[in-house]
């Protein structure tokens, strides 16, 4: 049983709790959201037991608790490390979304980006290099890191999850290592057109 989805922690103002059918009957986020939790938490002590139990391994962590990871930095003003973290939290989480077969999975990325983003992308978007940097960084630990997570989390997030899968949950294997490196070089060329837009460089 999936229990304790990220549905319930990603929406913004509503708990939908799904039983999911299927192959996503095995998916088990309840680890993560309750870790996101302790991320998030009130107490300074708490948020900083549960940042150094993610960063003792954040290869093995799903793409939210890196979100909220991202967002436990920004409480403690470490904004180039937040916004490394939120980068590389997208990317994964994207690579995630274009390795699941339901599409409308995707949808958990913007919800991911507006719970997280703004007051990362406020402080990155003061300096172009800061983009650079911080994105560079994301990117490139994504790149020589493991992904040692269960990727279908994203599926509880699509139609799949309330009407049962209809094919396979996810892409073949094979087809995982190319995906990666062409999400990896859409998101930099993406960024770039996004910084050419904005500072016309």
Same mark, same amino acid.
């Given at each position: 049983?999936?229990?304790?989805? +990220? ?11 799904? $039983? ?21 938490? !009130? ?20 793409? #939210? ?27 994964? !989480? ?14 958990? +990325? ?61 892409? #073949?294997? $094979? ?7 062409? =999400?990896?070089? $859409? ?6 057109? =996004? +910084? ?6």
């Amino acid at each position: 049983m999936a229990a304790g989805r +990220l549905a319930g922690m990603t929406a913004l103002g509503r708990k939908i709790v799904v $039983e999911p059918q299927g192959e996503l009957r095995t998916v088990d986020t309840s680890g993560a959201v309750a870790l996101m939790g302790r991320l998030l938490h !009130a107490d300074p002590a708490i948020r900083a037991a549960a940042r150094a139990e993610v960063l003792a391994a954040p290869e093995r962590m799903m793409p #939210p608790v890196l979100f909220a990871l991202s967002a436990n930095l920004v409480a403690e003003g470490e904004m180039a490390d937040a916004a490394a973290w939120f980068y590389a939290a997208q990317v994964r !989480a994207r690579f995630d979304a274009v390795r699941c077969t339901d599409t409308t999975a995707a949808s958990a +990325l913007a919800v991911l980006r507006d719970r997280f983003g703004e007051p990362v992308n406020r402080w990155a978007f003061a300096d172009p290099a800061r983009v650079r940097r911080a994105a560079v960084r994301g990117v490139a630990w994504d790149r020589s890191a493991p992904h040692d997570y269960d990727h279908r989390w994203i599926a509880l997030h699509g139609m799949g999850a309330f009407t049962g899968p209809s094919a396979e949950v996810s892409i #073949p294997c $094979e087809e995982w290592e190319p995906a990666a490196a062409r =999400v990896r070089a $859409e998101y930099l060329t993406g960024l770039r057109e =996004v +910084l050419a837009e904005h500072f016309g460089r």
